[in-house]
C-alpha cells in the first residue's frame, strides 16, 4: 500500500459515480499442478516445452496483461499461478483454452481458479488499484480470496466506514507493500480478490498481524487459501519444475 495509492478491501454499495474511473477490467488468477509424469520427459523436450509456453506468455501479453508466478515448494497443490488482466472474460478463456494445447499442457491441470473484477472503492477516493499502474512486479504477491459476514453488508454506510478508515490507517503504515483489491460479487464464490506485492514477506506478516487487531476484522469469514507466490518468468518456471 503506497501512500496516496493506498487500497482497502472492504466494499460496499453506497453508489456507482464514480464507476466510471475505472475502465472494465477482469482478473484471472489459475493455479496450476503439474503431474508428475512431466519429471519423465527428455531434457530436450522439456526446453522445446518451455520455449512454446514462454512465446504463447508473449503473445498473449500484446492482447491483456499476464504475469506468472512460481509456487514450488510452497504448496501441496499448485506448482505455478498465471494473472491475466484483462478487458474480456473471453480472452482469458482464449488464453486457458491455448495453454491446454501445448505440450506442458498435457502435463498441468488447474487446482485453483478466481475470477473477479476492477472497481472503486467506496471508502477512499485515492483507490487506483495496483495491477493498473505501469510499475514493475514485486517480487512476492500473497494472493486469497475474501468473504465478509452478511452482517457488516447490513450495518449502515456510516459505521462501516468509520471501522475502515482504522483499517485503511493500518495499511497506510506499510507504503512498501502493494495491494491489488478486485470484487467478484456475483461471478466468483468470495466478495473479494487479494493481491499483496511485496519485496519482504517479514513486512507482510507484519501488516496481516495488525489487521487482525481492527474492528473489520471482526466481519471476516474467510481469507484463504492465502497463497505466496513468487514472480519468475515463465521458462524459468517450467525449468524448476523437475
Known amino acids: 500500500m503506497s501512500n496516496d495509492k493506498s487500497k482497502d478491501y472492504q466494499s460496499g454499495t453506497k453508489n456507482d459515480k464514480d464507476s466510471t474511473n475505472i475502465p472494465t477490467t477482469y482478473l484471472n488468477f489459475s ?6 509424469k512431466w519429471r519423465w520427459l527428455n531434457d530436450i523436450g522439456k526446453d522445446e516445452a518451455a520455449k512454446e509456453f514462454s512465446s504463447l506468455m508473449d503473445v498473449a501479453n500484446t492482447k491483456m496483461k499476464v504475469r506468472t508466478y512460481s509456487t514450488v515448494g510452497l504448496r501441496k497443490e499448485s506448482d505455478f499461478m ?20 501445448t505440450v506442458l499442457g498435457k502435463y ?3 487446482s485453483e481458479v478466481f475470477l473477479s473484477a476492477a472497481r472503486p472503492s467506496i471508502y477512499s477516493n ?7 499502474e505501469d510499475e514493475l512486479p514485486l517480487k512476492y504477491n500473497i494472493v486469497y480470496p475474501f468473504i465478509k459476514s452478511r452482517e457488516w453488508y447490513l450495518l449502515p454506510y456510516e459505521k462501516r466506514s468509520e471501522m475502515m478508515k482504522e483499517h485503511i490507517n493500518v495499511g497506510r503504515k506499510f ?20 493481491a499483496f506485492e511485496t519485496d ?12 487482525r487487531e481492527t474492528q473489520v476484522s471482526r466481519y471476516i469469514v474467510r481469507d484463504t487459501p492465502m497463497i505466496v507466490c513468487v514472480h519468475k518468468k515463465i521458462f524459468d ?4 519444475l523437475g
Open 108 to 110: 498441468i491441470d488447474a
Open 82 to 101: 498465471l494473472w491475466s488482466i484483462s478487458d474480456s472474460i473471453e480472452k482469458i478463456q482464449v488464453l486457458t483454452s491455448k495453454v491446454y494445447t
Open 237 to 240: 518456471i517450467i525449468k524448476s
Open 200 to 211: 519482504n514477506l517479514m513486512d507482510f506478516q507484519e501488516l496481516i498481524i495488525k489487521l
Open 126 to 132: 485515492k483507490t487506483t488499484p495496483g495491477f493498473m
Open 31 to 36: 493455479f496450476y499442478k503439474v503431474d508428475s
Open 175 to 194: 507504503p512498501q507493500i502493494r495491494l491489488n483489491t478486485s470484487y467478484s460479487f456475483g461471478i466468483g464464490d468470495q466478495d473479494f480478490m487479494l
